[in-house]
């Protein structure tokens, strides 16, 4: 197989898959290294196919017309307040995309958080406490910003409604 079948094959895969894939399983199925996906993935999205790496792995971003996304603003400060906010809105259908910072100097500093099940919450809690990481909003005095894929405006009022009830949310 060569590099362009593979890449081929990279794409068909992550259509077909209804989960993250991780660059240790694509490069165990196509006999290569994890470096070898790293750039196969980069060359993918330099044609404009838009793949999206996450924790748990990489999974194609996928428009789907029932959703809709919306962005909230948050602040939070401890690790147990930074799960219960997650778990609000996983609890009421959200997908959390990601985690937005406006670092004064850096400017925007995005990561990809793809949490949309309890199970991916549980295994983002542990690796971010094990690794002893800081969340983003550590760099903004807890201030940050989520995007969230809801199902319906209902779920959003929702969400918004009970992270206000906990304090965490920043209303204009």
Same mark, same amino acid.
């Given at each position: 197989?060569?590099?362009?079948?593979?890449?081929? $094959?990279i =794409?068909? +895969?992550?259509?077909? /898959? &209804?989960?993250?894939i #991780?660059?240790t399983?694509?490069?165990?199925?196509?006999?290569?290294?994890?470096?070898?996906?790293?750039?196969?993935?980069?060359l993918?999205?330099?044609q404009g196919?838009e793949?999206?790496?996450?924790?748990? $792995?990489y =999974?194609? +971003?996928?428009n789907? /017309? &029932?959703k809709?996304? #919306?962005?909230?603003?948050?602040?939070?400060?401890?690790?147990t307040e930074?799960?219960?906010?997650?778990q609000?809105?996983i609890?009421?259908?959200?997908?959390?995309i990601d985690?937005i910072v406006?670092?004064?100097?850096?400017?925007?500093?995005?990561s990809?958080?793809?949490?949309s099940? #309890?199970?991916?919450?549980e295994?983002?809690?542990?690796k971010?406490q094990?690794?002893?990481?800081?969340?983003?909003?550590s760099?903004?005095?807890?201030?940050?910003?989520?995007?969230l894929?809801?199902?319906?405006?209902d779920?959003?009022?929702?969400i918004?409604?009970?992270?206000?009830? #906990?304090g965490y949310?920043?209303?204009?």
């Amino acid at each position: 197989m060569n590099a362009e079948e593979r890449r081929k $094959g990279i =794409v068909k +895969l992550l259509q077909e /898959k &209804n989960r993250p894939i #991780k660059g240790t399983e694509l490069a165990s199925t196509f006999k290569v290294s994890r470096q070898v996906i790293v750039q196969d993935i980069a060359l993918i999205r330099a044609q404009g196919i838009e793949v999206m790496a996450t924790p748990q $792995g990489y =999974v194609m +971003l996928q428009n789907d /017309k &029932n959703k809709i996304i #919306k962005t909230i603003v948050a602040k939070h400060h401890t690790y147990t307040e930074m799960e219960e906010e997650l778990q609000i809105m996983i609890d009421y259908g959200a997908k959390v995309i990601d985690v937005i910072v406006e670092h004064p100097l850096y400017g925007e500093i995005r990561s990809m958080l793809d949490i949309s099940y #309890k199970k991916e919450l549980e295994d983002f809690m542990i690796k971010i406490q094990s690794e002893k990481a800081e969340p983003l909003a550590s760099l903004t005095e807890g201030i940050h910003i989520h995007t969230l894929e809801v199902p319906n405006e209902d779920s959003f009022k929702k969400i918004r409604k009970a992270l206000l009830e #906990k304090g965490y949310l920043i209303e204009d």
